[in-house]
C-alpha cells in the first residue's frame, strides 16, 4: 500500500493537489489498515490526503479551506470509517471550509461500514448530524433505526444491556 501525505504535512500549495481539475480524497488514515482496497480504488486518478483527528488537531477545516482557495480542487471525496466519532470530523471539515469560502464545493462523503462496504452519504445529512435536537427527532420519529444501530455499534450494544 502506497504512503500517502498527511493533510496537516502538505503545503497549501503543494503541486500535488495544484492542478486545477484534480479531484481530491481525503480519507481516515486507518482506512489503510481497515479497507485498503477501498482507499486504493477510491484513491485512482486523486491527490489523496489522510488525516486522523483522534492522532492530530482535529480542526482541520482551515486547512482543508486554505488548500481549496490555494489549489481549487475539481472535486473533494470523503471517506471514513462509519461509527468512528472522530472520523465523522473529516466530513464536517470539508462542509465548515465550505461555509468559510463562502462558495459551494463539488463533494461526495462516503463511510465505510463495518470494514466492507462503501455507503456514499449526502452533505446535508452531515450538516444534521452537528444538530443533536433533529437527530434525536429523527430517532424518535424511526425508532426502528436502533435496531440497525445494535447490528453495527458495539457501544451501544453494551450499553443498552445495562
Not at 472535486?75 to 471539515?93: D, M, Q, R
Not at 463562502?102 to 448530524?129: F, M, N, S, T
Request: aromatic content about 6%.
Amino acid at each position: 500500500m502506497r504512503d500517502y501525505p498527511r493533510i496537516w504535512s502538505t503545503w497549501v500549495k503543494a503541486p500535488y493537489i495544484k492542478d486545477e481539475h484534480r479531484e481530491w480524497l481525503i480519507a481516515s488514515a486507518c482506512l489503510s489498515v481497515v479497507a485498503p482496497g477501498i482507499l486504493q480504488e477510491l484513491g485512482i486518478d486523486k491527490a489523496v490526503l489522510l488525516a486522523c483527528p483522534e492522532m492530530e488537531n482535529p480542526t482541520h477545516y482551515g486547512k482543508i479551506a486554505s488548500m481549496i482557495r490555494s489549489c481549487e480542487p475539481g472535486k473533494i471525496v470523503v471517506v471514513t470509517v462509519e461509527g468512528s466519532p472522530h472520523c465523522f470530523t473529516l466530513h464536517a471539515s470539508v462542509n465548515e471550509a465550505e461555509y468559510i469560502l463562502g462558495r459551494k464545493v463539488d463533494r461526495e462523503h462516503y463511510v465505510v461500514l463495518d470494514g466492507e462496504r462503501l455507503i456514499r452519504i449526502e452533505p446535508q445529512a452531515v450538516r444534521v448530524a452537528r444538530y443533536l435536537h433533529l437527530v434525536d427527532r429523527l430517532v424518535k420519529e424511526n425508532p426502528s433505526v436502533l435496531k440497525e444501530l445494535a447490528s453495527h455499534s458495539l457501544e451501544h450494544k453494551k450499553v443498552s444491556s445495562y
